[in-house]
T-cell receptor
Framework: EAGVTQFPSHSVIEKGQTVTLRCDPI?????LYWYRRVMGKEIKFLLH????????ESGMPNNRFLAERTGGTYSTLKVQPAELEDSGVYFC??????????????FGPGTRLTVL | AQSVSQHNHHVILSEAASLELGCNYS??????LFWYVQYPGQHLQLLLK??????LVKGIKGFEAEFIKSKFSFNLRKPSVQWSDTAEYFC????????????FGTGTRLLVSP
């Protein structure tokens, strides 16, 4: 089966511009997660979708970040307006749904965002 | 709040040397524990995981990790590393139930010289 895909792989934008990142999870995976790694620091959770619903968005840094998952398939993460501190690698992960048992999260390759 | 501490940021070893990467976590509840690995140019992938039972877990490529509850630790080990083990290794924790977001450590870059 195809893995998690992310687009674009790299994005370089200027401060104040808007960028939209896309994640396509593994087909059939209800859970979709966004994470971010700022250079030299840990990978940090941003938010979690179950199908099209936001289950946990406690990691979203501020209201410049907007995540959507229309129809419960792919997801987009928009940053508007982008600031210098938004630079980093944005990872998407997906997992099967259901129950309280842990389902392995499969990660995409990440999108490297550079804000100048 | 949950947190994960990885003690070594960079490790350099020669082939055949033994490896131990430290990981300690802080959380006031029952957790699942993971080691993820990112090889150069590749995705993050799961190396091994601990949910319950035998605290010594074995993963892919000869890696193992031991959960020591009293020390809140989950150290990764491999008796003899290979050049192909050069990668970045991440320890992570999630709650056992409910929202299962992963909380990661800062990662350890391992360089194995041939």
């Amino acid at each position: 089966e195809a893995g998690v895909t992310q687009f674009p792989s790299h994005s370089v934008i200027e401060k104040g511009q808007t960028v939209t990142l896309r994640c396509d999870p593994i087909s059939g995976h209800d859970n979709l997660y966004w994470y971010r790694r700022v250079m030299g620091k840990e990978i940090k959770f941003l938010l979690h979708f179950v199908k099209e619903s936001k289950q946990d968005e406690s990691g979203m840094p501020n209201n410049r970040f907007l995540a959507e998952r229309t129809g419960g398939t792919y997801s987009t993460l928009k940053v508007q307006p982008a600031e210098l501190e938004d630079s980093g690698v944005y990872f998407c992960a997906s997992s099967r749904g259901g129950g309280n048992s842990y389902n392995e999260q499969f990660f995409g390759p990440g999108t490297r965002l550079t804000v100048l | 709040a949950q947190s994960v501490s990885q003690h070594n940021h960079h490790v350099i070893l020669s082939e055949a040397a033994s490896l131990e990467l430290g990981c300690n976590y802080s959380y006031g509840g029952t957790v699942n524990l993971f080691w993820y690995v990112q090889y150069p140019g590749q995705h993050l992938q799961l190396l091994l995981k601990y949910f319950s039972g035998d605290p010594l877990v074995k993963g892919i490529k000869g890696f193992e990790a031991e959960f020591i509850k009293s020390k809140f630790s989950f150290n990764l080990r491999k008796p003899s590393v290979q050049w192909s083990d050069t990668a970045e290794y991440f320890c992570a924790v999630s709650r056992r139930t409910g929202f299962q977001k992963l909380v990661f450590g800062t990662g350890t870059r391992l360089l194995v010289s041939p």
